[in-house]
Every structure is written in structure tokens, then in C-alpha cells.
């Protein structure tokens, strides 16, 4: 086996057990032997975060997994983007994605995972953050051109936001311009069809096959 080989393997290896600094500096260290940044994103990253979601899914591992192997991507996405950006290439982005959770609701690690990942898979996802207003959510869809607006609820006595902020959409003549999905705790599929949305997500691994759907992309 050689060096490339070796660094392709264990950096795929530190993603999956999630060792931050230990992908960082395979990373580093795959790029100093000649690895094409794009291509690691598209083939060891991307595929490997696919993996995780699916282990996730099917609760071979748990929450604290998931969230190590999505910041040891995070960590090694942003220096391979650096080294993209410094080479004069750029990425190509699968879509725009306004994320964010939805007014008086304070939770954000579901948020943030769903951030890591559809980032990690190549989206440009814009976090308005927690306890978002419906104008916030409208704003930066405007702003940021978006292709999706993505809400996260996870309290019963913050769902009808999401009602709130979908129908601001409707009221400003907005509605059609948007695919509009939400998920989280306190959401499910029937509460997703009863105010129109898009569609729905129970996590972040189905947040991403969600997204690649509306937008017609090959999962």
C-alpha cells in the first residue's frame, strides 16, 4: 500500500470514530502527498458521512458518534475548501440551503448535525441560528437565493411556528419560489402535509437524501 493510499484510508478511519485533530492532520498530510482536494471531499468525505448517517439511522451508533464524525468532516472539509480556493478551483455547490430553527425554539444540535452534513455532502447551507423569526427565514431565502429553506422544531409548543413562518411565504408571494422542509422532535409527516411543506426529515442522514430529491440529484 502506498503513502496515498495509507492517508485515504486513515483519514476515512479517523471520520468514522470521529478524531478531530487526527483528521486534520491526515488531511494535511494527504495533501502534502499529492491528493486532490475536490477528489477527497467527493470520495473519502462525502461517502464516509453517508456511512455514519446510515449507522445512525440503524442505531448501530448514537448521537455523540454522529456529532464527532460531523465535526472531524467539518474540520477537514474547511482545510481541503482552503486548499481548493488557493489553487484558484472552486467548489461546486449542489444547492442553497437556508437552515435554521424556527422562532421561541432554543434547540440547535439537531440543527447544527444537519448543518454538517448537507455541508459536508456539498451544499451551501446558511444558519440564521436558533429561535429565528418567519421574517428571518424569509430575509436570508431572498438574500441567499435559495433553493431550500429548511426549519427545525423540537418542542410541541414551538411546532406552530413552522405553520407561521410557511404561511409568510404564502403571504409575501413567496411560496413558490421555495422547496420548504422541516424537521425535528416534535414533527412528523402528517403535521409536514397538514401545513404544506415540502417534505420531511426525521435526521439529519435523511435530511440530506431530502434535499438531493427535491433538487433532482442523484442519491
Known amino acids: 500500500m502506498g503513502n496515498s493510499e495509507k492517508f485515504r484510508n486513515d483519514l476515512k478511519e479517523a471520520l468514522q470514530q470521529g478524531l478531530l485533530e487526527e483528521s486534520e492532520s491526515l488531511t494535511r498530510q494527504a495533501l502534502a502527498a499529492g491528493e486532490d482536494p475536490l477528489d477527497l471531499i467527493q470520495t473519502i468525505l462525502v461517502p464516509t458521512l453517508s456511512d455514519v448517517g446510515c449507522q445512525f439511522q440503524e442505531f448501530e451508533i448514537f448521537l455523540p458518534e454522529l456529532m464527532a464524525a460531523g465535526d472531524a468532516a467539518q474540520a477537514a472539509t474547511r482545510i481541503l475548501e482552503e486548499a481548493i480556493s488557493a489553487s484558484g478551483r472552486k467548489t461546486a ?54 433553493d431550500i429553506v429548511a426549519m427545525s ?14 404561511n ?15 424537521g425535528g422532535g416534535c414533527i412528523d409527516l402528517d403535521w409536514a402535509n397538514e401545513i404544506g411543506a415540502d417534505g420531511y426529515a426525521k435526521d439529519a442522514a435523511a435530511a440530506v437524501d431530502l434535499c438531493k430529491k427535491l433538487l433532482g440529484i442523484p442519491t
Do not use: C, W
Not at 107 to 136: C, E, M, Q, W, Y
Open 93 to 146: 455547490s449542489l444547492g442553497t440551503i437556508v437552515l435554521g430553527t424556527v422562532q421561541n425554539d432554543i434547540h440547535d444540535i439537531g440543527k447544527n448535525i444537519v448543518n454538517t452534513l448537507l455541508s459536508s455532502h456539498g451544499f451551501k447551507v446558511v444558519d440564521i441560528g436558533r429561535d429565528a423569526a418567519p421574517s428571518k427565514f424569509l430575509d436570508a431565502a431572498q438574500q441567499e437565493n435559495a
Open 168 to 182: 409568510l411565504f404564502v403571504e409575501t408571494g413567496s411560496r413558490n419560489h421555495y422547496k420548504i422542509i422541516i
Open 153 to 166: 422544531a423540537l418542542m410541541t409548543t414551538t411546532r406552530p411556528a413552522t405553520r407561521s413562518t410557511l
